[in-house]
């Protein structure tokens, strides 16, 4: 069945709220041709540049995401950042559990399934990453580890939920590495990816979830990649700095859908 193409830029910790709008400008300009139901742009800039962002993405088909959330709805979480918080300001996405969240911020299968739920709760529409270490590739527990990440991450998840949701599959050594999981690669992890959802919610639902790829993922090589059954678009960190590279990389991953 055919999924639309979902490419998110992760802006990650960079792009104050003037530059973020200078971006955007720019992106509207770039993606001016790429027609809306080719693909769902989505950008995903830090807390303080959002409003900017969405200010200037007003009019255009690109769509506005949050970096992280909380599970609670307010009080005492310093530093933290509640759904109602996000949805209010206009924010449609929001990315959970990104692999520098677990790194460095803590973040388990728990707290992703807790953030999760908040999503949902405030219909904002979840990214949830998963993806294995360098070592845990190399010593063949990836689908192990993609297993407990999945499992715990979507529990107590519904069928009807699940189709809300979007999974992107990073492996961490591909990300900001330059090093790419090559297409047959990535596509033998999306099917195992699928087959999981299909385990656990029925084929017809495990068949409509967007599964992205992440880690190095470029103009050069998102063809390919999104040329693979089971690879459905991109969560992009470096390239989607800048428009040219972003949109680029947009392109070439519609041609790629356009090949399956
Ligand atoms: C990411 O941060 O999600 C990512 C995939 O980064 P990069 O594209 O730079 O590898």
């Known amino acids: 069945m055919a999924r639309k193409v979902v490419i998110a830029g992760n802006w990650k910790m960079n792009k104050t709220a003037s530059e973020g709008k200078a971006l ?3 992106l509207k300009e770039t993606t001016k041709g790429i027609c809306p139901n080719c693909a769902d742009i989505i950008v995903c800039p830090p807390f303080t540049t959002l409003v900017s962002v969405i200010e200037a993405a007003k009019g255009s088909n690109i769509k506005v995401g949050a970096q992280n959330i909380h599970w609670a709805d307010n009080g005492a979480f310093t530093g933290e950042i509640a759904g109602n918080m996000l949805k209010e300001l206009g924010v449609e996405y929001v990315i959970i559990g990104h692999s520098e969240r677990r790194q460095y911020f803590g973040e388990t299968d728990e707290t992703v399934n807790l953030r999760l739920k908040a999503a949902l709760k405030n219909d904002l529409k979840p990214i ?5 270490l360098l070592e845990e590739r190399e010593s063949g527990a990836t689908e192990k580890v993609l297993f407990t990440q999945l499992d715990g ?3 107590d998840i519904s069928a009807a939920d699940m189709e809300k949701i979007i999974l992107a599959y990073e492996p961490v050594w591909a990300i900001g590495t330059g090093k790419t999981a090559t297409p047959d690669i990535a ?14 919610y029925g084929k017809e639902v495990a068949d409509k979830i967007v599964i992205q790829y992440g880690g190095s993922m470029k103009a050069e090589n998102a063809e390919a990649l999104v040329g693979q059954a089971d690879i ?3 969560l992009i960190g470096g390239a989607a700095l800048k428009a040219d590279s972003f949109t680029a990389l947009i392109e070439n991953a519609i041609a790629g859908a356009k090949n399956k």
């Not at 949830?128 to 294995?132: A, M, S, Y």
């Not at 596509?187 to 656990?200: C, N, P, V």
Request: with cysteine; aromatic share 8%.
């Open 24 to 26: 955007v400008e720019a």
């Open 128 to 132: 949830v990453c998963i993806g294995e």
């Open 187 to 200: 596509e033998e992890t999306h099917k195992y990816i699928r087959s999981f959802l299909a385990d656990k």
């Open 153 to 155: 991450g979507l529990k």
């Open 232 to 234: 459905d678009g991109g």
